[in-house]
């Protein structure tokens, strides 16, 4: 394990897991704007190819697949426009309680970049699993803010020349009633990986906390 600093407020955490090679960027509520174009601008999602989901229904956009599947009002996980949450850009959101886990897979060749936005996380031990390893308690990362409304937004990134992202697992402990937001995707082959220095510049950087999952390989 190592720390590698940099010049954003919070450490960038090097840790080996067998398998996988991924960056954890969290983005704290301080990043919200109710304007899509500043809000993405803010969290770095401003590549064209960029797809996003902001569960303003049912149907869902073609790459996402969420498990289980998007049922009826109060039979979760539902898409509802409930104003007492809010959301990451409306009062739409996914939102879905208990101890059942909830999976975003992408479609296809999978992604490089997949991010998402939760709010009311208010339990401290949910796990979060990248293409069904990695486990990660999500909720200890450096900018995450557990509370009733904005938490915080995760941007995970595929390192260049390992496996693409295909499906992210959000595990629940307690009863937390989470709403997920704003899933961004990038809708480009899995072939072009690209750097993860790519994707934040250094002004965005100053905004978020990075975890990277890093597999070692053998000779």
């Given at each position: 394990m190592r720390l590698v600093f940099s010049t954003a407020i919070f450490a960038i955490l090097a840790w080996s897991k067998?398998?996988?090679?991924?960056?954890?960027?969290?983005?704290?509520?301080?990043?919200?704007?109710?304007d899509p174009t500043i809000l993405n601008t803010n969290l770095g999602l401003t590549d064209p190819n960029f797809i996003f989901e902001d569960?303003?229904?049912?149907?869902?956009?073609?790459?996402?697949?969420?498990?289980?599947?998007?049922?009826?009002?109060?039979?979760?996980?539902?898409?509802?426009?409930?104003?007492?949450?809010?959301?990451?850009?409306?009062?739409?959101?996914?939102?879905?309680?208990?101890?059942?886990?909830?999976?975003?897979?992408?479609?296809?060749?999978?992604?490089?970049?997949?991010?998402v936005g939760l709010i009311n996380v208010q339990s401290s031990n949910n796990s979060i699993s990248i293409n069904n390893d990695s486990f990660l308690n999500y909720t200890s990362l450096p900018g995450f803010e557990r509370g009733s409304f904005h938490n915080g937004y995760l941007?995970?990134?595929?390192?260049?020349?390992?496996?693409?992202?295909?499906?992210?697992t959000f595990g629940v402990q307690g009863s937390d009633y989470i709403r997920y937001d704003h899933v961004a995707?990038?809708?480009?082959p899995s072939s072009s990986v690209?750097?993860?220095?790519?994707?934040?510049?250094?002004?965005t950087l100053a905004l978020a906390g990075c975890t990277l999952l890093r597999r070692k390989r053998k000779a």
């Open positions: 067998p398998g996988y090679a991924y960056i954890v960027n969290v983005f704290g509520p301080s990043t919200y704007s109710p569960f303003d229904d049912a149907v869902l956009i073609p790459k996402l697949q969420v498990t289980p599947e998007i049922r009826s009002f109060r039979d979760v996980p539902y898409v509802a426009d409930e104003p007492i949450f809010g959301g990451w850009t409306d009062n739409t959101g996914l939102h879905h309680v208990g101890s059942e886990a909830l999976t975003f897979s992408v479609l296809g060749d999978g992604t490089s970049i997949f991010g941007v995970i990134e595929a390192e260049a020349g390992d496996a693409a992202i295909q499906s992210i995707i990038l809708d480009e690209p750097e993860p220095s790519t994707l934040l510049g250094l002004g």
